[in-house]
């Protein structure tokens, strides 16, 4: 945070219609620390409509997305402090959901898969075009501020689909892949019921048969390393139904 005080905002606008714009105004954060791009990309929202918040933190984009409600993030990989991807990161755990569009002059692949694993929407390459900067955010908002954490939770069990990695607790857990894939399809869901077949056609191929019993020996591998160590029974047995994970 900027001396405790909280961010210095930069070009606060009110935003105005164009006529005949076919977005609504929509108010936008964007964190990026090199002054020149900050003001130019800014200028190219507010004429376009939008009004704009500048920061030029990850500490300060934190501060700000959790004391306003931004239609959208337009956030810059390379920061002081706190990089892009760490930042969205932490906006997820905190559960600030604003759509996020990642700013990188990198073209690498690794980059994108980052920045998208840590809970960004999109992400655009710099230099970019006004026109397509535009169009990604009204893209971005008319799908809506929806839930989406880069690390799923249920009671104190933690998985995190990027990096492979599971928790109970502070205890890290080791699962194999396919353990792994079975607790994600429960995670995503959790307090559904859900059958065997719905487990089978998520976590394994089309070579399993349905009337394997490769799901019963899986559920019995992952309540051996999630539940029984820890004294608890996350995943319960719904006699005829299926399987389900929490309440």
């Known amino acids: 945070m900027s001396h405790g005080k909280g961010p210095i905002v930069i070009g606060l606008s009110s935003g105005t219609h164009e006529a005949g714009a076919d977005f609504r105004a929509m108010r936008v954060l964007i964190v990026e620390d090199e002054v020149k791009m900050a003001s130019v990309i800014r200028r190219g929202l507010v004429a376009g409509g939008m009004a704009a918040d500048l920061v030029g933190t990850g500490e300060d984009a934190l501060w700000m997305a959790g004391a306003t409600d931004y239609d959208a993030i337009v956030l ?120 065997r077949y719905q487990l089978l056609e998520h976590a394994w191929d089309y070579e399993y048969e349905n009337r394997s019993n490769i799901v019963d020996v899986y559920v019995r591998y992952l309540r051996d390393k999630i539940d029984r160590p820890f004294g608890v029974e996350t995943i319960t047995t719904v006699r005829g139904s299926g399987y389900r994970l929490g309440d």
């Open 76 to 195: 810059d990989v390379m920061l002081p402090g706190i990089d892009g991807f760490e930042t969205c990161r932490r906006l997820r755990r905190e559960k600030i959901w604003a759509p996020v569009l990642i700013l990188t002059a990198r073209d690498g692949i690794q980059d994108r898969v980052n920045g998208l694993d840590g809970g960004a929407d999109d992400y655009l390459i710099k230099p970019f075009s006004f026109a397509e900067l535009l169009a990604r955010l009204r893209a971005l908002v008319r799908r809506g501020a929806v839930e989406r954490p880069s690390v799923l939770e249920v009671a104190d069990l933690r998985l995190d689909p990027a990096r492979q990695r599971v928790w109970r607790g502070d205890t890290e857990i080791d699962l194999s892949q396919k353990e792994f894939a079975l607790l994600e399809t429960f995670m995503r869901r959790p307090g559904e019921v859900l059958s």
